[in-house]
């Protein structure tokens, strides 16, 4: 796990920072999209994405493993969350031609087993990366 501590300002878990800090990381990814565009692997994105969010002073965790209990049994990571942004943002990236039902589940299932509130599914294979976004809460 990467960790950034930049000054991120969202300490407080309420909607008016979830909204300012969901809109910071778009205009992270986007910068990302505008000067790499479409057809990269998920992992590079992952890295420039982290990057850009480090520049941009947002604190960040990177693939954060989150332990899942079931029926008495422990497993020590879960799952991996790709960024956790300031303590209160999942991020999940793709690279796919489509979005699956199944990816906006997966998130879903994170953001319940992890109690956060909001996650974002950003999918860097489209032509315009506002088609790509997609704000999942739970």
Known sequence: MLEHRGHGGFTEDTENNRSALTGA???????VHRKLGPGLLESAYEECLCRQLSLDGLQFRRQVGIPLE????????????DILVADHVIVEIKATPTVLRVHHSQLLTYLRISDKRLGLLINFNVDHLRDGIHRVAN
């Open 70 to 81: 079931y029926e008495g049994l422990n497993l020590d990571c879960g799952f991996r969350i």
């Open 25 to 31: 990381i778009i205009g992270s990814a986007m910068k």
